[in-house]
């Protein structure tokens, strides 16, 4: 199958969206990440995302709609806090649980009660949906356990001649995936950090509760499983702590390594660039430390850059929790598969 590239305009969409009607993938640009694109509809369809992929059967899918009102096609129920979220965050970064609508095949919720929805933002993508007619079922458009593509030239890497097409919308603006929030819970539970950041929800709701790998501050409870889960080839240690001491470490490890004979990949904010531009390292500038929506949009892309370089290493420096810093933090914790360095 030969993949093909997409305008973002009217005989691009219209020409995805046809593609999609006949079951057939396209992968398309949303605020936060590409996603891989099927009739969520369509057992047909939804088979072919988990076979693109490589995605195991046992991990949901997202469904994405134009627009809110057509929540019914998909949720049995719509709580009225949906109301609430929607208004405030919906076409946005967010991914709200509800009870899964009979319509929706058992495969697109890997089997359980639940399904995952939202409203993505960009108005190429709200288009696609509705000139598809029907939600589209989409997850990060990247091989399974690979690095969720913030282009469409990381789409073709992973899955040129894999799927039907691509709409090449440009760089993702926000870079990290969306805010998976459970409303099926008896106190709304963030599953997933994301560009809607813990603060605005709890500023909205009152009470949000942590839960699965967010309660456990990334430890791995499945380790085999979310080890592959943002995962760069090189091995990845994330140093967590003050900044001097978090960067005083890396200058130590780096050195260390390099005197070892092996290459060594820094993926660090500017300030940390600058300071350690005379070490033997590969380095990837993210961006000002206190620009954290800079660091997220460019984090896959550098770390993949990385990455193809093949260092032996990678080290990188958490910048906190306060806002997107939380999902950062989260996707490094888990391309470091454990490998987490806690400073001070
Ligand atoms: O920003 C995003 O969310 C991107 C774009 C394309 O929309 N999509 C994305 O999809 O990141 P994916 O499949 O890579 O990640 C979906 C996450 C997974 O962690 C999955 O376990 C969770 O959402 N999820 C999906 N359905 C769920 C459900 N019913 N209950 C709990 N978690 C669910
Ligand atoms: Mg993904």
């Known amino acids: 199958m030969v993949?093909?590239?997409?305008?973002?305009?009217?005989?691009?969409?219209?020409?995805?969206a046809a593609l999609l009607r006949a079951g057939q993938l396209v992968a398309f640009p949303t605020e936060t990440v590409y996603g891989l694109g099927g009739d969520a509809l369509n057992p047909a369809a939804v088979a072919a995302i988990f076979a693109a992929k490589g995605r195991p059967a046992h991990d949901p899918l997202i469904v994405h709609l134009a627009d809110a009102r057509d929540l019914p096609r998909v949720a049995a129920a719509v709580p009225p806090l949906?109301?609430?979220?929607a208004a405030a965050f919906w076409p946005g970064p967010l991914t709200l649980v509800l009870a899964r609508g009979p319509a929706v095949p058992r495969a697109v919720t890997a089997g359980g009660p639940t399904v995952a929805?939202?409203?993505?933002?960009?108005?190429?993508?709200?288009?696609?949906?509705?000139?598809?007619?029907?939600?589209?079922?989409?997850?990060?458009?990247?091989?399974?356990g690979h690095t969720s593509p913030t282009d469409a030239a990381h789409v073709l890497a992973d899955l040129g001649g894999r799927i039907a097409a691509v709409l090449d919308g440009g760089p993702t603006p926000i870079g990290v995936e969306s805010t998976v929030l459970d409303l099926t819970t008896p106190v709304?539970?963030?599953?997933?950090?994301?560009?809607?950041?813990?603060?605005?929800?709890?500023?909205?709701?009152g009470e949000v509760a942590l839960g699965g790998e967010v309660?456990?501050?990334?430890?791995?409870?499945?380790?085999?499983?979310?080890?592959?889960?943002?995962?760069?080839?090189?091995?990845?240690?994330?140093?967590?702590?003050?900044?001097?001491?978090?960067?005083?470490?890396?200058?130590e490890q780096a050195i260390a390594a390099t005197a070892a004979g092996r290459r060594v990949g820094l993926l660090v904010p500017d300030e940390d660039a600058?300071?350690?531009?005379?070490?033997?390292?590969?380095?990837?500038?993210?961006?000002?430390?206190?620009?954290?929506?800079?660091?997220?949009?460019?984090?896959?892309?550098?770390?993949?850059?990385?990455?193809?370089?093949?260092?032996?290493?990678?080290?990188?420096?958490?910048?906190g929790e306060?806002?997107?810093?939380?999902?950062?933090?989260?996707?490094?914790?888990?391309?470091?598969?454990?490998?987490?360095?806690?400073?001070?």
């Open 3 to 16: 993949t093909q590239i997409l305008q973002p305009d009217a005989a691009g969409i219209a020409a995805a």
């Open 188 to 205: 709304p539970t963030l599953l997933r950090p994301g560009g809607v950041s813990l603060e605005a929800l709890r500023a909205l709701l």
């Open 322 to 344: 306060t806002g997107l810093a939380r999902a950062v933090r989260d996707r490094l914790t888990r391309a470091a598969a454990g490998r987490v360095v806690q400073l001070g």
């Open 82 to 85: 949906v109301d609430t979220l």
């Open 117 to 144: 929805v939202r409203v993505p933002a960009p108005p190429v993508a709200r288009a696609l949906i509705s000139a598809a007619g029907t939600p589209l079922a989409a997850p990060s458009a990247n091989r399974f």
């Open 274 to 319: 600058a300071l350690l531009a005379d070490l033997a390292a590969d380095i990837e500038p993210l961006g000002p430390a206190a620009a954290i929506e800079v660091v997220a949009q460019r984090l896959y892309a550098a770390l993949r850059r990385l990455d193809a370089r093949h260092p032996a290493l990678i080290l990188a420096r958490d910048l």
């Open 215 to 251: 309660a456990q501050g990334g430890a791995l409870a499945s380790p085999g499983l979310l080890a592959r889960h943002y995962a760069p080839q090189s091995e990845l240690w994330l140093v967590v702590g003050p900044e001097e001491a978090a960067r005083q470490w890396l200058r």
